[in-house]
């Protein structure tokens, strides 16, 4: 059974980097057949595709957020990672990590983490 | 404001059925598969079906789903108080870096 699990710090300041760690059991992040992604939820409102990140490393992210964040894997612990730099008050969410499935040009998210809630506030 | 539009609202009784859409373009649905996701109250999102109409074999056959040029449905069928949530559909966008989107999300209420 797949199960993913995301821990971040709850709060950041304004203008500093936000980092999240999902640590992944069931399957290894470097498997070829999944990539893993990021989404966010700011409280109340709909969900935001972040980006995702393949086992090889390369990654796709939301043209509105590239310039910000960042994703990678750690191998030895089972991880992924997003960073987010430069943070203010509308990056704060509840962020999610999900598995990255798919069949031929399919592609769909499952299973998904219960989520972390970021607040970014001073 | 989300490329994908679903109705902010949907309620129907217990044991009735009720119907969400999804509209969008020849840039993401009309290209690609889609996928809906179930939120329940307090909880992480839930894949209820994918590649349009397939449904996890964890997912009861009261749900399924569609897909017509640039448009997806949700059904919903004998609808339970359980299924109160939030309901987005999510696919990818073909003109830009191939993206995801997801919908606005469309509150469902069993009266």
């Known amino acids: 059974q797949v199960q993913l699990q995301e821990l971040g710090p709850g709060r950041v300041r304004p203008s500093e980097t936000l980092a999240l760690t999902c640590s992944v059991s069931?399957?290894?992040?470097?498997?070829?057949?999944?990539?893993w992604s990021w989404i966010r939820q700011p409280p109340g409102r709909g969900l935001e595709w972040i980006g995702y990140i393949n086992n090889g490393g390369s990654t796709n992210l939301n043209s509105s957020l590239e310039s910000r964040a960042t994703m990678s894997l750690d191998t030895s612990k089972n991880q992924v990672s997003l960073k987010l730099k430069s943070v203010t008050t509308a990056d704060t969410a509840v962020y999610y990590c999900?598995?990255?499935?798919?069949?031929?040009?399919?592609?769909?998210?499952?299973?998904w983490g219960q989520g972390t809630l970021v607040i970014v506030s001073s | 404001q989300s490329v994908l539009t679903q109705p902010p609202s949907v309620s129907a009784a217990p044991g009735q059925k009720v119907t969400i859409s999804c509209s969008g373009s020849?840039?993401?649905?009309?290209?690609?598969?889609v996928s809906w996701y179930q939120q329940l109250p307090g909880t992480a999102p839930k894949v209820l079906i994918y590649?349009?109409?397939r449904r996890p074999s964890e997912i009861p056959d009261r749900f399924s789903g569609s897909k017509s040029g640039t448009s997806a449905t949700l059904v919903i069928t004998g609808l339970q108080t359980g299924d109160e949530g939030d309901y987005y559909c999510g696919t990818w966008n073909t003109s830009l870096n191939s993206g995801g989107l997801f919908g606005g999300g469309t509150k469902l209420t069993v009266l």
């Open positions: 020849s840039s993401d649905i009309g290209n690609n598969y």
């Open positions: 069931g399957v290894s992040v470097s498997s070829g057949s999944y990539y």
């Open positions: 999900a598995r990255l499935r798919s069949s031929g040009w399919s592609r769909w998210l499952d299973p």
């Open positions: 590649k349009n109409d």
